[in-house]
């Protein structure tokens, strides 16, 4: 069961330099995961306690994921994700004991970045809390807080989690002591659209028509997982036409296929 909903990569090779346009919360992150992973003496000579665990909230696709990696990444740490909605709706019944099976590896694998992604669906709040599957998904939340209330013995393991629905989210998750620091990932303004289409264009063979100035104002409201879509359709389009080289056309072809997509199901793609 464990190996089904738990991803364990010992050495997740998202760096920060794959990520763009979210400087502030790249900072943020390094500071408040990195840091106490890094410099744990630093903490203890000055007689703070680091933050215990970072809330990252914000559209899908936006790098949330991609955050985590990369800290996990430098830090040298193990990364272990595990989705809130594998915890309680694959395998009813088990999602406690698979929260302390997830504590259970990352303790086996120090140091560690516990990444627990759709955190809202342990911990939202809810209204009837009297049906079974309800009661269900409080003990796992339950024992979620409870490990990480036992912060002392949890060594070198920093829990970052996510979600896409902050506003649904329990309060007693944001209490101090647990996820405290929260950190919005938004969709990427036009300079960091700019970025990460260079990013994912690094590999591709772009052609000298191609303008990221124009190919950033022209994605407007594309989330960085858009933009990569975008760039693996324009390589696509190409390949059609059978040539190795990709053209702004292809990009802004690919533009309208990827916005028209997004647009007909308004879930964006992660
Ligand atoms: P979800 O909430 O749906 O889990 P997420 O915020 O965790 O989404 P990621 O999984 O980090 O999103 O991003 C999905 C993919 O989109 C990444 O693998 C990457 O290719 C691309 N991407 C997203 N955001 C960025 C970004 N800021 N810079 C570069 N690439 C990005």
Excluded at 86 to 92: A, C, M, P, R, Y
Excluded at 122 to 146: C, F, N, P, W, Y
Excluded at 213 to 220: G, I, N, R, S
């Amino acid at each position: 069961v464990r190996a089904r909903v738990m991803q364990v990569d010992h050495s997740p090779d998202v760096t920060y330099a794959d990520i763009g346009g979210l400087e502030s919360q790249m900072q943020e992150v390094r500071e408040t995961v990195e840091m106490p992973l890094d410099r744990p003496e630093m903490f203890q000579q000055v007689g703070i306690d680091p933050p215990s665990g970072v809330l990252l909230h914000g559209p899908p696709g936006t790098g949330k994921t991609m955050l985590a990696k990369a800290v996990a990444n430098q830090t040298d740490a193990t990364f272990i994700k595990m989705a809130g909605s594998e915890l309680v709706h694959k395998f009813i019944g088990e999602g406690a004991k698979l929260v302390r099976d997830l504590f259970e590896v990352a303790r086996e694998n120090e140091p560690a970045v516990l990444f627990i992604d759709e955190i809202d669906a342990i911990a939202s709040k809810r209204t009837d809390s009297k049906t079974s599957g309800d009661a269900e998904v409080q003990r796992t939340m339950m024992q979620l807080l409870s490990e990480m209330d036992g912060f002392e013995e949890r060594g070198e393991i920093r829990i970052i989690a996510a979600t896409n629905r902050f506003d649904m989210l329990d309060p007693a998750i944001l209490r101090p002591g647990r996820f405290d620091r929260l950190i919005e990932v938004p969709k990427p303004d036009e300079a960091g659209r700019e970025i990460i289409f260079q990013i994912h264009t690094r590999n591709m063979n772009v052609a000298d028509d191609v303008n990221f100035v124009e190919l950033a104002e022209m994605a407007d409201d594309a989330s960085g997982a858009d933009i990569k879509a975008v760039c693996t359709e324009a390589g696509m389009f190409a390949i059609r036409d059978d040539r190795t080289e990709i053209y702004m056309d292809d990009f802004v072809a690919a533009w309208e296929k990827i916005s028209a997509e997004t647009d007909d199901d308004s879930v964006s793609r992660a």
